[in-house]
Each structure stands twice: as structure tokens, then as C-alpha cells.
């Protein structure tokens, strides 16, 4: 996963390479992540990176979902997952609830806080793997 300072550095890159899309969206997203470390100055940049990454992938997919996909948007998406931590898939996300649970039996108030700790955790999907058992 890259972090904000990987970001600022691919934004310069892409405006020498001439890819002015890119660079303008990298920008976008630089200045968003900015924004928010200046709202809480005490904030981790790359915490603050992802949680505004999301936001894009977020709005990046309601807006492919309501008016279809287009080059520049496929790109855009392509570029903010790049900046998002890897997602676990299934089996992954499996074997740290099986983990868990093995340490401290079904209980979900011990669980839960430890599978939130881990990067890329589906929460929804850790939750009804765990009900499941």
C-alpha cells in the first residue's frame, strides 16, 4: 500500500509524464487529504489517506453505478484502490475469526475489537463468518 508521501511524489510524476488526468485527480485528492489534516493536525497523513481514498472509491463507484462507466472513471477508481489498503478476500478473513475464536471462544466483544485492528478486514463479512460458526 502507498502512502501520502508516495502520493504527492506520483503527482509530480504523472505532470511530468504530461498526464495531465491523472495529475489533476492526484491533486484532487492531495488537496482533500490536506484539507483534513489541517481540520485535526494531530492525524496520522496515511490514516488520513485512506479514510478519504474510501470516500472517493466510494463516490467514484455510486457515480459508475448511476450513469455507467467511462474511461476517466475507470481510471480514477483504478487509482484511489491504488492507495487503499489490500482487501482480505474470504479465506483470509476466515482463518483470523477461526484464530480468534480459538483464543477466546464466541465472544464477540473480545473479537471484534481485534479483527478491527487488522488492515484490509472486511468487518461485515468477519461478522457473519463468526455468526455462521
Do not use: C, W
Not at 81 to 89: A, F, G, Q, T, W
Not at 98 to 115: F, S, T, Y
Amino acid at each position: 500500500m502507498k502512502n501520502h508521501n508516495d502520493l504527492k511524489m506520483d503527482q509530480i510524476q504523472a505532470r511530468k509524464n504530461k498526464e495531465p488526468i491523472k495529475a489533476t485527480f492526484m491533486s484532487t485528492l492531495i488537496g482533500e487529504v490536506d484539507l483534513e489534516l489541517k481540520r485535526n493536525i494531530k492525524s496520522d497523513p496515511d490514516e488520513v489517506l485512506i479514510k478519504v481514498a474510501t470516500k472517493f472509491k466510494k463516490n467514484i463507484q455510486q457515480t459508475i453505478d448511476v450513469s455507467g462507466s467511462t474511461p476517466n472513471l475507470i481510471m480514477e477508481l483504478t487509482l484511489v484502490e491504488y492507495y487503499l489498503p489490500k482487501v482480505l478476500d474470504e479465506s483470509e478473513v476466515r482463518h483470523y475469526v477461526e484464530a480468534l475464536v480459538n483464543e477466546h471462544g464466541k465472544d464477540m466483544r473480545k473479537i471484534m475489537p481485534e479483527l478491527k485492528t487488522i488492515q484490509g478486514m472486511d468487518m461485515k463479512l468477519a461478522s457473519q463468518i463468526l455468526k455462521g460458526m
